[in-house]
């Protein structure tokens, strides 16, 4: 079975959260293609070193160049 890929936009807020809590514990059947947050740079690092999406986007520019 192919893995679904998946954009989560708001990758930080609970929802998310919740969506990647999803996606982790099935790892056969999804793959993070891409992520976005507004302002949670800390928080998107980590998902991105977990889930290793193709694209990661800040909403914030300002905090897109922290």
Known sequence: MMKQKIT????TGSIGTSTLD?????PDRF???ALSAATQVD?????????RPR????????HAQL
Do not use: I, N
Request: with cysteine.
């Open 8 to 11: 989560v936009l708001g990758s």
């Open 55 to 62: 694209y990661a986007v800040m909403a914030s520019a300002p």
């Open 22 to 26: 999803v996606v982790a514990r099935h």
């Open 43 to 51: 928080l998107l690092l980590a998902q991105c070193a977990q889930f």
């Open 31 to 33: 793959e993070v293609f």
